[in-house]
């Protein structure tokens, strides 16, 4: 995988049209050495999330637990920051900068691991973030944070209006099996190997990616 640099994108900057971009923010992909000790750790906004983060009600800061249920389709008009796998991404159509990713839902508990971030396996199903970027850059099957307003009809996919997201490639995040009821897409869920043993792994490698969420060559642009 190629060295991503931490950088924001089109912060809270103007189209040509006048319309807010979409915040963007990626991890710095580093080589990940084992130190013999593992440490658990509250979750840090960097200063460029922080403004966003500090918006969020307290009981939306973490999202999903085995102990506490989380249903992203019970939400409407709240504002919120959920972590998805990119499955998809594609442009909105007739908007040059418009677009749209198609996340599948990880469980957060508002702990993580001090060295990489750490999310559940399990998810809530999937939702729908809208960009506004010229070229939003996220790779397929990265995690992200998204934050923003969701809006709901009926029992239609959940969509936010996506005000920053920030970026875990791969080798800066891994999973655990601690969640709340799975409720994943099972067209997704086909895809993870490592369900069928341990899935956490403090230090993974492109295999464990692979294992867990398929090829990325088979997902993003224009998947739906």
């Given at each position: ?7 924001a994108?089109?912060?809270l900057?103007f189209?040509a049209t ?7 923010e990626?991890?710095?992909?580093k080589e990940?050495?084992?130190?013999g000790?593992?440490?658990t750790?509250?979750y ?19 999202t ?14 709240v ?21 749209q ?10 702990m993580?691991?001090?060295?990489i ?20 850059g996220?790779?397929a099957?990265a ?6 307003t969701?809006k709901?009809?009926k ?6 209006d996506?005000?920053f ?5 791969w ?6 099996d601690?969640?709340?009821?799975d409720?994943?897409n099972?067209?997704?869920?086909k895809?993870?190997?490592v369900?069928?043993?341990?899935i956490?792994?403090?230090y993974?490698?492109?295999r ?17």
């Amino acid at each position: 995988m190629r060295t991503a640099t931490r950088v924001a994108i089109a912060v809270l900057v103007f189209s040509a049209t006048g319309v807010a971009q979409t915040g963007i923010e990626a991890e710095t992909v580093k080589e990940l050495k084992p130190s013999g000790s593992l440490g658990t750790c509250g979750y840090a906004a960097t200063s460029q999330e922080k403004p966003f983060f500090d918006k969020l009600a307290p009981k939306e800061q973490a999202t999903g637990s085995f102990m506490e249920a989380y249903d992203i389709r019970k939400k409407n008009n709240v504002y919120v920051s959920w972590y998805g796998i990119v499955r998809g991404i594609s442009r909105v159509a007739g908007a040059e900068d418009r677009w749209q990713l198609l996340l599948e839902n990880k469980y957060f508990d508002g702990m993580t691991d001090c060295h990489i971030m750490l999310v559940s396996m399990s998810g809530s199903g999937d939702f729908l973030a809208r960009v506004q970027a010229r070229d939003p850059g996220i790779p397929a099957l990265a995690l992200v944070r998204v934050y923003g307003t969701v809006k709901r009809d009926k029992d239609e996919t959940p969509v936010i209006d996506a005000e920053f997201i920030r970026v875990w490639p791969w080798m800066t995040f891994t999973f655990t099996d601690l969640g709340g009821e799975d409720k994943s897409n099972p067209r997704w869920r086909k895809e993870c190997m490592v369900c069928k043993g341990r899935i956490y792994k403090p230090y993974p490698d492109e295999r464990y990616y692979r294992d867990a969420l398929g090829d990325p060559n088979d997902y993003g642009t224009a998947l739906k």
